[in-house]
């Protein structure tokens, strides 16, 4: 069983709106944070895009901030990322992400220290 699933992805032209969602497998209420990742075309290295708290706080690249907002429903076990005034330099992979164990500070960029991945999701956005 997938632990995390994206959906929501597809194609839009630059300035256009898109929202992704990831559902778990299993209440994700005792899971420390969640993320959203993004891969380039061609690049191997993830990038943090933004993440959330147990408790609600949240965090965003400079790249995306006033235009991206992360969310979650714990009832629904799904994450979602609301994207707005899209880039064509939002174009890539995107990737659900999970980390388990807590931490003293949330790492926005760190995919090394992420538990749980999901298949990714493609997002592309035309000039």
């Known amino acids: 069983q997938e632990r995390l699933v994206e959906s929501g992805g597809g194609s839009v032209q630059a300035g256009g709106s898109l929202t992704l969602s990831c559902v778990a497998s299993?209440?994700?209420?005792?899971?420390?944070?969640m993320a959203w990742f993004r891969r380039a075309p061609g690049k191997g290295r993830r990038e943090g895009v933004a993440?959330?708290?147990?408790?609600?706080?949240?965090t965003y690249a400079d790249s995306v901030a006033g235009r991206f907002t992360i969310s979650k429903d714990s009832d629904k076990y799904t994450l979602y990322l609301q994207m707005n005034d899209l880039k064509p330099e939002d174009t890539g992979m995107y990737y659900c992400?999970?980390?388990?164990?807590?931490?003293?500070?949330?790492?926005?960029?760190?995919?090394?220290?992420?538990?749980?991945w999901g298949q990714g999701i493609q997002v592309t956005v035309s000039s």
């Open positions: 299993e209440n994700t209420d005792s899971w420390f944070y």
């Open positions: 992400a999970a980390r388990i164990g807590r931490m003293q500070y949330i790492p926005l960029n760190s995919p090394s220290l992420i538990d749980y």
């Open positions: 993440t959330v708290d147990t408790a609600g706080s949240t």
